[in-house]
């Protein structure tokens, strides 16, 4: 079996962060593991606390996983302090790592920088020239690129820019109401769009991180770049389509979607729709 390594945040309601990370790669046909950059406390409506780790930690996280089973991908999501970026960017180069996927997680949708900015100077000069693909959405492409992102050709003007400078392909993801539902590939001095369906689904907590991983776990199998992308995009439209929904906010997608079996059942009388007759009849 292949593997695969997520470097990222514990997200404490599952839906994204290591969670994600590992429910997709498993999904997806290889072995998960992890090192854990921080704990947050949070849920479907939001984050109310995060505790980092520290820079010697993540480093002996990283080093039991490489020294053991070293992974065939590494996917790295948020990543908040210069310290934290340092440790993984000296482990991933000492382990001389493949097929690594860069999340560069640095804007909220709302337009808010979740790390700071020596932090973002810190991750241009170290990580991401070491990644084979960054998966930017459109205003942390703002960020990478120094440009206004607003038409079609903004994207691809911007995803080149990306490419250019960090020398890796990039996929640069729609949404922020352009877009909304096809990816942009970069790479090698072309480009091509990944055209994908809306779903109207609001909970979408976690796509960046399933994508992301889905994409490690398909380079990981050893598809190529295009390849990877298609398949993994593939999977985030059925999960966002399995239309699940827990939580008061905007929540998680079912990860699970495909994994049927003996032991995916429910047990007899948990079906809702069973549940619902059998009060009606009074039973």
Known sequence: ?????????????????????????????????????????????????????????????????????????????????????????DKLAGYQAKNIVVDPVMVATSGSKLISDDAIDTLKERLLPMADILTPNIPEAEVLAEMSVKTEDD?????EKISRTYRCAVLLKGGHQLNDANDLLYREGGYRWFYGRRIDNPNTHGTGCTLSSAIASNLAKGF???????????????????????????????????????YAKEADGMNPDNAETAEKEGC
């Not at 995060?50 to 020294?67: A, H, N, R, W």
């Not at 994207?155 to 995803?159: E, G, N």
């Open 155 to 159: 994207m691809i003007k911007a995803a």
């Open 1 to 89: 079996m292949r593997t695969a390594l997520t470097i990222a945040g514990s997200d404490s309601s599952g839906g994204a962060g290591i969670q994600a990370d590992i429910k997709t790669m498993t999904a997806n046909g290889v072995f998960a593991m992890s090192a854990v950059t921080a704990l947050t406390a949070q849920n479907t409506t939001g984050v109310t606390g995060i505790m980092e780790v520290s820079p010697e930690f993540l480093k002996e996280q990283i080093d039991c996983v490489f020294t053991d089973i070293r992974p065939d991908a590494v996917k790295i999501g948020m990543v908040s302090s210069s310290g934290l970026i340092c440790a993984i960017a």
């Open 224 to 262: 190529d770049m295009d390849t990877s992308v298609e398949r993994a995009k593939m999977y985030i439209s059925g999960a966002l389509a399995a239309m699940l929904d827990l939580g008061k906010g905007s929540g998680p997608m079912n990860h699970a979607f495909d994994i049927a079996g003996e």
